[in-house]
């Protein structure tokens, strides 16, 4: 009996650790995806004042969009730190008008997710992305 207890007890803590490990990932996703959206707002802003979008995250307008991570300590994380964010104008080709936003996993592993991305027109998804709802949850 005391067999069956312990097979129990390890089958809830196997289902527990999983639980709560995804809603960690799930939590620092979210600090990701908020930095992201408050980027391309700085992007959007920036666009207004001078025609085209930054290509420096940290230096202050107008030379780039002033973003400094907050109270990280790290001027190019997102602002809870479990992200490194990276910007550049063009959406990787020469074009003023787009933009890409990284954020990258930052002293952990997403191997659901990886490395979030956004453009001028939303959310840029990869096939494992779509299949995990990385940007809907």
């Given at each position: 009996?005391?067999?069956?207890?312990?097979q129990?007890?390890?089958?809830?803590?196997?289902?527990?650790?999983?639980?709560?490990?995804n809603?960690?990932?799930?939590?620092?996703?979210?600090?990701?995806?908020?930095?992201?959206?408050?980027?391309?707002?700085?992007?959007?802003?920036?666009?207004?004042?001078n025609?085209?979008?930054?290509?420096?995250?940290?230096?202050?307008?107008?030379?780039?969009?002033?973003?400094?991570?907050?109270?990280?300590?790290?001027?190019?994380?997102?602002?809870?730190?479990?992200?490194?964010?990276?910007?550049?104008?063009?959406?990787?080709?020469?074009?003023?008008?787009?933009?890409?936003?990284?954020?990258?996993?930052?002293?952990?592993?997403?191997?659901?997710?990886?490395?979030?991305?956004?453009?001028?027109?939303?959310?840029?998804?990869?096939?494992?992305?779509i299949?995990?709802?990385?940007?809907?949850?």
């Open positions: 009996s005391d067999v069956y207890k312990r129990i007890v390890a089958i809830l803590a196997g289902i527990s650790m999983a639980f709560f490990g809603l960690a990932d799930r939590a620092r996703r979210a600090d990701g995806k908020a930095t992201l959206k408050e980027v391309a707002l700085l992007q959007e802003k920036y666009r207004a004042d025609i085209q979008f930054a290509t420096n995250l940290t230096a202050a307008p107008p030379a780039g969009l002033g973003y400094d991570g907050g109270e990280t300590g790290c001027a190019t994380c997102s602002r809870e730190g479990h992200y490194t964010i990276g910007i550049t104008a063009g959406d990787g080709n020469t074009d003023a008008d787009e933009y890409l936003i990284t954020a990258t996993p930052r002293n952990w592993t997403d191997s659901r997710c990886g490395t979030l991305t956004l453009d001028q027109d939303g959310p840029v998804e990869t096939t494992t992305q299949a995990n709802n990385c940007w809907r949850r």
